[in-house]
């Protein structure tokens, strides 16, 4: 069986062990195990990158050599649409398999808005489902389906989360669109200092080191390269009781929006580097 067969293989058993209502009925914490068969996890999104953005779907002015290597050694899309290409519903539909509005999710659920509204509490997703297979599960980024307690990630299967539940945040501050501070561990605000970006990838990494004796599922969604345009050495735009930073100005978005897309190619290729460097790269997708 060659890698690409044994990709297909796993993913259809996944996607088929999260849309079977036997599946998730019967699973419970009582059918753990820490089977070596399991395959590890890392599913990887970034937010508002164009497809034409990254080097192996042809862009020249931006170098994405780690994403590029992924590409080449595994699965390209060239013809992928998605029926609601936003925040929130992107998310919904990727976390439970099922089309966003089932979900409860027809829009973005913004801060000002929808801060007592998320996804459909019913609903089961993919990180509910491998945790009672005996997954450790953990989430590193972006959540955006649910700002109250009852949506965090912690209550949707995800062992850990760290990261911020709203549309976006300021990568220096994490002060979000309406001035709140947002940057969570599980269920408690716990700031951090750091680039969004570099972040994510550091305790995705640190996830991956915890977890290598058992079977992890690791879901990495990337604030970057979403609005506010910031490079790691640019000054925070939104800052503490309400105050106003310094906004990054047109002529200035290419470069910093560049810079983003390379930061967090780096960031994945220290994830990558991580399951190589541990041994587990034959069984991890």
């Not at 996944?14 to 068969?37: E, F, K, Q, Y």
């Not at 967090?264 to 991890?284: A, S």
Request: glycine share 12%; with cysteine; aromatic share 10%.
């Amino acid at each position: 069986m060659n890698r690409r067969q044994f990709i297909k293989r796993i993913a259809g058993g996944v996607l088929a062990a999260a849309l079977t209502n036997g599946a998730c009925s019967t699973a419970n914490s009582g059918n753990r195990s820490n089977g070596s068969d399991k395959p590890n996890i890392i599913l990887i999104m970034a937010d508002d990158l164009g497809y034409g953005d990254i080097s192996c779907y042809g862009s020249t002015k931006t170098g994405t050599p780690n994403i590029d290597a992924l590409a080449r050694g595994g699965m390209k899309f060239t013809d992928y649409h998605s029926n609601c290409p936003v925040c929130s519903p992107t998310r919904a539909a990727l976390l439970t398999g099922r089309y966003q509005q089932r979900a409860g999710i027809e829009g973005v659920v913004t801060a000002a808005k929808h801060r007592h509204t998320g996804m459909a509490l019913e609903e089961v997703t993919f990180a509910e489902v491998l945790k009672n297979h005996g997954y450790a599960t953990g989430i590193f980024g972006k959540w955006h389906v649910g700002y109250s307690a009852e949506f965090n990630p912690a209550k949707q299967g995800f062992d850990e989360f760290i990261g911020y539940v709203s549309g976006n945040v300021d990568f220096h501050t994490h002060i979000d669109q309406s001035g709140y501070e947002d940057w969570w561990k599980n269920l408690e605000k716990v700031p951090e200092k750091g680039y969004t970006t570099d972040l994510i990838t550091k305790h995705g990494v640190n996830f991956i080191e915890r977890h290598k004796d058992q079977p992890f599922c690791l879901y990495l969604p990337h604030e970057a390269p979403h609005y506010p345009y910031q490079g790691r050495k640019d000054p925070p735009e939104r800052l503490p009781g309400g105050k106003k930073g310094r906004k990054t100005k047109g002529d200035e978005i290419a470069r910093a929006y560049k810079e983003m897309v390379e930061v967090m190619d780096e960031g994945i290729g220290r994830i990558v580097e991580t399951v190589k460097r541990l041994g587990l790269e034959r069984k991890t997708f």
